[in-house]
């Protein structure tokens, strides 16, 4: 079963119903805090939150204004939005990791958790590529790649995505052929 008991993730929708259901659905994977609120939710995160599931329709603090204030402080959680909104240009001005369109199963939840988790463990170029790769699906899921050619917006993350990604196929590649070099030198010993 995935999961990790000491990865926290906080929960911050302001249908308390939903909520819950994804506090009851994570619970016993991880260490899940429900917050109903976007006030609350600055209450709550703290360094030790290593991922947040944030909606974007919520009064008085959206999850908008949520993402805003938390690039000002220190805390720095994977942030997976999980939202009724289909995606617009605005998502490319938006500092989330994931982008998940409700309604969503457990599965769907557990995956976009995990994969956060394994993103975390590797370097900023890699990150910034998989949020920049989000933004791309979510953009394309919605609208024909015609109507978004010649949006400075989305050119610019076409060129910054084709230039992560040529960036980490070549890290791909010089790992390849060093781990080959590796293992070259070292058949036949124990």
């Given at each position: 079963m995935?999961?990790?008991q000491?990865?926290?993730?906080?929960?911050?929708?302001d249908?308390e119903?939903?909520?819950?259901?994804?506090t009851l659905?994570?619970?016993?994977?991880?260490d899940v805090?429900?917050?109903?609120e976007?006030?609350?939710?600055?209450a709550?995160?703290?360094?030790?939150?290593?991922v947040?599931?944030?909606?974007?329709?919520m009064?008085g603090?959206?999850?908008d204004d949520?993402?805003?204030?938390l690039e000002r402080?220190?805390?720095?959680?994977?942030v997976i939005v999980?939202?009724?909104?289909?995606?617009e240009l605005?998502?490319?001005?938006?500092?989330f990791?994931d982008y998940?369109v409700?309604?969503?199963?457990?599965?769907e939840l557990?995956?976009?958790?995990?994969?956060?988790?394994?993103v975390?463990?590797?370097?900023?170029?890699?990150?910034?590529f998989?949020?920049l790769?989000t933004?791309?699906?979510?953009?394309?899921?919605?609208h024909?790649?015609m109507?978004?050619?010649g949006?400075s917006?989305?050119?610019?993350?076409?060129?910054?995505?084709?230039?992560?990604?040529?960036?980490?196929?070549?890290?791909?590649d010089d790992?390849d052929?060093?781990l080959e070099?590796?293992?070259?030198?070292h058949?036949?010993?124990?």
């Amino acid at each position: 079963m995935p999961g990790d008991q000491e990865t926290t993730v906080l929960v911050v929708d302001d249908e308390e119903k939903l909520a819950n259901m994804f506090t009851l659905w994570l619970r016993g994977e991880y260490d899940v805090r429900t917050v109903y609120e976007g006030e609350a939710f600055l209450a709550e995160v703290d360094e030790d939150v290593d991922v947040v599931l944030l909606d974007r329709r919520m009064p008085g603090y959206s999850g908008d204004d949520v993402l805003e204030m938390l690039e000002r402080r220190d805390a720095d959680p994977a942030v997976i939005v999980v939202t009724a909104i289909d995606p617009e240009l605005d998502v490319l001005e938006m500092p989330f990791d994931d982008y998940l369109v409700k309604p969503v199963q457990h599965d769907e939840l557990v995956d976009a958790i995990e994969r956060q988790m394994r993103v975390r463990e590797h370097d900023a170029d890699l990150q910034r590529f998989l949020r920049l790769e989000t933004k791309r699906r979510v953009l394309l899921a919605e609208h024909r790649e015609m109507a978004l050619s010649g949006r400075s917006e989305w050119e610019s993350l076409v060129e910054e995505y084709d230039e992560l990604k040529d960036r980490l196929q070549r890290t791909v590649d010089d790992f390849d052929s060093v781990l080959e070099a590796y293992r070259s030198s070292h058949r036949g010993r124990a």
